[in-house]
């Protein structure tokens, strides 16, 4: 299935009366290299949209804070994540791309929100539970409320469409609850309240080596997902080892995931149905498929990341692109928090 059609058409009506398009908002987490579930499910999807929303793309250093990292490769997948934005076709005049930490109402209006919101619901969210089941007995703050710095992202900009995936939906809910909350509370509209906007099915990208498990930056096995930086033999040889299933026949099974995922990430590329290629696929074995999807992600990502490399070589343009993104997302960011400020007693500072 196609992955990129249903970008919600944007309200005329208010168009044509503020003559301002909807605003999109969405990011990545730096905690590692990106993967190819992070292009196919977010980058290569955000391209078609700022053609018709005012979009904020950004790399939340911050979220990476969840996790204990490296500080030198944190700058480093932070700097990359951002060069693959712009190598990914993203364009930088069309779009603000930035970084979170450069923002720094996003912190703020998070520390405003917290005061706002309820240990009940936080503790209901799935991906808290999910991941603080892996960190044993130390199981940091952040990981409890990152979701409440995700709503201050969100509700900073007076975002209309957060594209997310399923599991993520729950979080946006949380942000349009705190919204509603706080504009109830102090009987006027701090905050625009944000809709998901969730991508059909098949945007969704496997592990190579679980694919009952999302493509993940931060899985233990090099195996199981292709990072962004992948060489091409590398990729080559990731997909030679890619867990499908039994039996030898191609087909769109639920009970075949290993072979769904590799038809769904060459479904995401070639926007053909799952369908269509199937019937390709007639009276071939696993092994052709393995080998197809690896020549057709070679050549998607690879360009991509020797792009990458150039843009990170010469750094001086990727740094004013970051800067004057940042300063034109803080105007709007300091909008909102000034609203916010005055609503809840808190003198502004003079900026
Ligand atoms: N496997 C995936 N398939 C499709 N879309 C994906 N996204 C991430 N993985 C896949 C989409 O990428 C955007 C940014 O996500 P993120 O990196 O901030 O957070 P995540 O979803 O938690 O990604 P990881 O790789 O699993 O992070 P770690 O390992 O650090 O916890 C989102 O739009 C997401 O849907």
Redesign the pocket.
């Known amino acids: 299935m196609s992955i990129s059609t249903t970008v919600p058409a944007p309200n005329s009506k208010m168009n044509s009366e503020s003559n301002t398009k909807k605003v999109m908002l969405?990011?990545?987490?730096p905690?590692?290299t990106?993967?190819?579930?992070?292009y196919?499910?977010?980058?290569k999807n955000w391209v078609g949209f700022y053609e018709n929303y005012d979009c904020y793309f950004f790399s939340?250093d911050l979220?990476?804070l969840t996790?204990r990292q490296d500080p030198k490769a944190l700058l480093d997948h932070t700097l990359r994540a951002l060069a693959n934005y712009l190598a990914a076709g993203i364009d930088p005049k069309k779009a603000k791309l930035f970084i979170q930490s450069h923002v720094r109402q996003h912190a703020e209006l998070s520390w405003i929100l917290t005061c706002h919101a309820y240990m009940g619901e936080l503790s209901r969210m799935t991906?808290f539970k999910d991941?603080s089941s892996k960190q044993g007995q130390n199981i940091g703050c952040g990981i409890f409320s990152y979701p409440i710095l995700m709503a201050a992202d969100i509700l900073l900009y007076q975002t209309d469409l957060v594209?997310?995936?399923e599991?993520?939906k729950q979080h946006v809910e949380l942000t349009r609850d705190l919204a509603l909350r706080m504009n109830h509370l102090y009987d006027t509209e701090l905050f625009k309240i944000p809709e998901p906007f969730i991508?059909p099915v098949g945007?969704?990208?496997?592990?190579l080596q679980n694919p009952l498990a999302?493509?993940?930056?931060?899985?233990t096995d090099p195996n199981a997902?292709i990072f962004l930086t992948d060489s091409n033999d590398q990729i080559v040889k990731k997909f030679k080892k890619a867990v499908t299933d039994s039996g030898t026949e191609i087909t769109d099974d639920p009970a075949k995931p290993g072979v769904k995922n590799l038809l769904t990430i060459q479904s995401a590329i070639t926007k053909k149905p799952i369908a269509e290629l199937v019937e390709g696929y007639r009276g071939k074995m696993y092994g052709h498929l393995k080998l197809e999807t690896a020549e057709m992600v070679v050549a998607e990502i690879g360009p991509i990341r020797d792009k990458s490399n150039q843009i990170l070589s010469e750094q001086t343009e990727l740094m004013k692109i970051l800067r004057e993104a940042a300063q034109a997302a803080s105007v709007q960011a300091e909008l909102t928090t000034t609203k916010v400020r005055e609503a809840l007693g808190l003198l502004s500072p003079a900026r």
């Open positions: 969405s990011a990545v987490t905690s590692n990106l993967t190819l579930g992070n196919l499910g977010a980058l939340v979220h990476a996790a991906q991941k594209p997310v995936g599991d993520q991508a945007a969704r990208i496997m592990s999302k493509m993940s930056k931060s899985d997902s």
